[in-house]
């Protein structure tokens, strides 16, 4: 047992989490309604390169037009890795035209402290801009070999970080594993 204390940056019901594409808003209209706790519209892996604006301005919509925490859910938006074209327009959209309706953006394929860095710098510039009252919170995808070097120091990250997932089938085609 460790005697240090880690507080809570906010506490989230997280007991069953729904994963949506953002290409489809029928999904994501079930997802509003249905009984999962915490509900991420993902941008990334669910989402085809051709519809990934398309996905975005779904996401976007849904975020204003659905009221998520009426409904009881945590909403999180998967932007797309960092090392692609993508990444920026993920948040800079979704931050400036609906970050006061969102809870938090899970980063995928988080290889260092600095990719967190990047994100909450990020989403800090435009809450600002915007005056958002509310703060989104930040997750960690571990997806790499290099994510799992780095598991501790990203975990330890100050600022924004809420939560790590550990993505199993990325994580083992980063090893070449079967």
Known sequence: ?????????????QRSELAVPGSSPEMIDKAANSAADFVFLDIEDAVAPPDKERARKNIIQALNDIDWRAKGKTVSVRINGLD????YRDVVDVMEQAGDRLDTILVPKVGVPADLYMVEAMVNQIEMA?????RVG?????????????VEAIAATPGRLEAMHFGVADYAASNKAR
């Open 1 to 13: 047992m460790s005697h240090t204390i880690n507080h809570l940056k906010k506490l989230r019901l």
């Open 84 to 87: 692609t074209h993508y990444m």
């Open 130 to 134: 915007k005056g958002f009252k509310a």
């Open 138 to 150: 930040l997750e960690a995808l571990i997806e790499t070999a290099l994510g799992m070097a780095n």
